[in-house]
């Protein structure tokens, strides 16, 4: 079955910097396009915070995170990567992972915590 399990959520400073990564197991990861979404408030609808096509170079990200957050893919490790730099208070969120451009395909993992805070 479809599993993704996000990882390096960290608490860290505002201004500093983390790498999510995720792993995806259970479809042709190099067939499809991939997204990172967070979730700030428990029951809110998660963001769409960044894509990446199959074509690495083809990616966007939301107005919020444009500039500080670079999403990228490592086919051959059906690997997820979310390079975050410049952090903000309101990036504190659980951040996830799942297939698609513009919508999620499948059912979500458990996330990985990130705290920004001093």
């Known amino acids: 079955q479809v599993q993704f399990v996000e990882s390096g959520g960290d608490w860290v400073q505002p201004g500093g910097s983390l790498t999510l990564s995720c792993v995806a197991t259970g479809f042709t990861f190099s067939n499809a396009p991939m997204s990172w979404y967070r979730q700030g408030v428990p029951g809110k609808k998660r963001e769409l915070v960044a894509a990446i096509w199959t074509a690495k170079d083809v990616t966007k990200y939301a107005d919020s995170v444009k500039g500080r957050f670079t999403i990228s893919r490592v086919n051959a490790e059906n690997t997820l990567y979310l390079q975050m730099d410049s952090l903000e208070f309101e990036d504190t969120a659980v951040y996830y992972c799942?297939?698609?451009?513009?919508?999620?395909?499948?059912?979500w993992g458990q996330g990985t915590q990130v705290t920004v805070s001093s």
């Open positions: 799942n297939a698609g451009f513009t919508s999620a395909q499948y059912d």
